[in-house]
């Protein structure tokens, strides 16, 4: 399986702040907002990750993360010169893609959780199976997002992309998983009335055949999409507050690589070292 990692756009709603950086680079506490994706992807046991940028960021991306061998990883970098819609992520990453099945996931999305690990693992498993999964969380506004609605089984029963009347409260968060062949369906999607390639379109061709699948997230789950400058706030305090009464580090790519048997405990050790003067190095070398 493979995973792309969508970390383009300009990241108006954070001006000033992201005016000569982009959002996917600022820090939630402790750590490069980035990380917290590449950090899941990994939980899902992906270790191929295309990151798509802008063009004018995609340098900066590689100084700080260079090609993944650090975590244990592969990075390969695309550019997705115009903001025109999520799914445009598979026509860039086709080539990329493949053959395979694979797993997308919004740059500024942080999602957390105690059993998250095993959600994601059963969505790859149905992506193998030829299913997409898409993952949904209840909001108290639902109209700021795309929505998903379901039934007494959690089957879906429609997907539709900032209602006006919303028919359900389930946000679909920025996390998809689809089974090979999903550039195919990229290819069918027509641009919307704002003139983009609409993720919702995507899956609605899947539900449509009978092939979307939901993953619900319940009160033990945390999702945050970051994108403001209060949801920022609030996904930092709440990293902060777990790391504190835990002590650990939340979504530590060296980590979960050294966990994966990707990064060998010299190479693990060699990155506590580097970063031994705060919180995140110590915790590294405590890491066993």
């Not at 050294?258 to 919180?279: C, F, I, M, V």
């Amino acid at each position: 399986m493979k995973g792309i990692i969508l970390a383009g756009g300009s990241g108006t709603r954070l001006y000033p702040i992201t005016e000569g950086i982009s959002k996917q680079l600022v820090n939630v506490y402790d750590k490069p907002m980035i990380y917290y994706p590449i950090a899941l992807l990994m939980q899902a046991g992906i270790r191929d990750i295309l990151i798509i940028t802008t063009e004018i960021d995609q340098d900066n991306f590689k100084r700080l993360l260079g090609d993944g061998s650090k975590f244990g990883i592969n990075i390969s970098y695309g550019v997705q010169y115009h903001p025109n819609g999520l799914a445009e992520a598979f026509l860039i990453g086709e080539d990329f893609i493949g053959n395979d099945s694979s797993a997308m996931i919004l740059g500024d999305n942080i999602f957390y959780g105690g059993n998250l690990k095993e959600l994601l693992l059963v969505a790859g498993l149905n992506a193998t199976l030829g299913y997409a999964t898409i993952f949904g969380s209840r909001v108290k506004d639902p109209e700021r997002f795309g929505i998903m609605e379901i039934n007494d089984r959690k089957e879906v029963l429609s997907v539709e992309e900032k209602p006006d009347n919303p028919k359900s409260d389930i946000a679909i968060t920025g996390l998809y998983f689809y089974p090979k062949g999903v550039a195919k369906f990229a290819h069918e999607v027509k641009p919307s009335k704002r003139n983009e390639l609409e993720i919702t379109s995507l899956n609605d061709i899947y539900l449509k055949k009978g092939l979307l699948k939901a993953q619900i997230l319940d009160r033990g789950y945390l999702w945050f999409d970051t994108g403001t400058f209060d949801s920022l706030l609030e996904a930092s305090n709440m990293i902060k507050a777990i790391e504190s009464n835990q002590d650990t580090v939340v979504c530590s790519p060296e980590a979960i690589g050294y966990y994966n048997g990707w990064l060998k405990k010299e190479e693990l050790e060699k990155r506590a070292e580097l970063l031994s003067k705060n919180s995140y190095g110590k915790y590294l070398k405590r890491v066993k």
